[in-house]
């Protein structure tokens, strides 16, 4: 069973930074393509940044390009997302999701229905 644990959500002034880790079980991560995305009440989810399986190519929403970095550590079985210069309209829940299509090749990392397991989600607010 694959499981994906978010942690490093909180409140944090705009302008600070935060750094979302997401832990996974099992074999599989090095292999898999992984996302961050998040959600708003009321809003669907929605696509902040995606890695390749050994970290080769980034991807990002235009609303985080320069703000955020995605990285990763397959021998810790550990994706992170490092978020700085935050504002309030990056508050949020934040999930991590696995992508099977470790390269993104035949998928497109920004539509959550192609991830197949997804976190618990972690909590980001910015006060302004």
């Known amino acids: 069973q694959v499981q994906l644990v978010e942690s490093g959500g909180g409140l944090v002034q705009a302008g600070g930074s935060l750094r979302l880790s997401c832990a996974a079980s099992?074999?599989?991560?090095?292999?898999?393509?992984m996302g961050w995305f998040r959600q708003t009440p009321g809003k669907e989810r929605e696509f902040v940044a995606a890695?390749?399986?050994?970290?080769?190519?980034?991807i990002y929403a235009g609303s985080v390009k320069g703000r955020f970095t995605i990285s990763r550590d397959n021998a810790k079985n550990t994706m992170y997302l490092q978020m700085n210069s935050l504002k309030p309209e990056d508050t949020a829940v934040y999930y991590c999701?696995?992508?099977?299509?470790?390269?993104?090749?035949?998928?497109?990392?920004?539509?959550?229905?192609?991830?197949?397991?997804w976190g618990q989600g972690t909590q980001v607010t910015v006060s302004s």
């Open positions: 999701a696995s992508d099977p299509d470790g390269s993104y090749q035949y998928s497109a990392p920004h539509i959550a229905a192609q991830y197949d397991y």
């Open positions: 099992g074999r599989f991560f090095s292999t898999y393509g």
């Open positions: 890695i390749t399986w050994n970290a080769g190519n980034t």
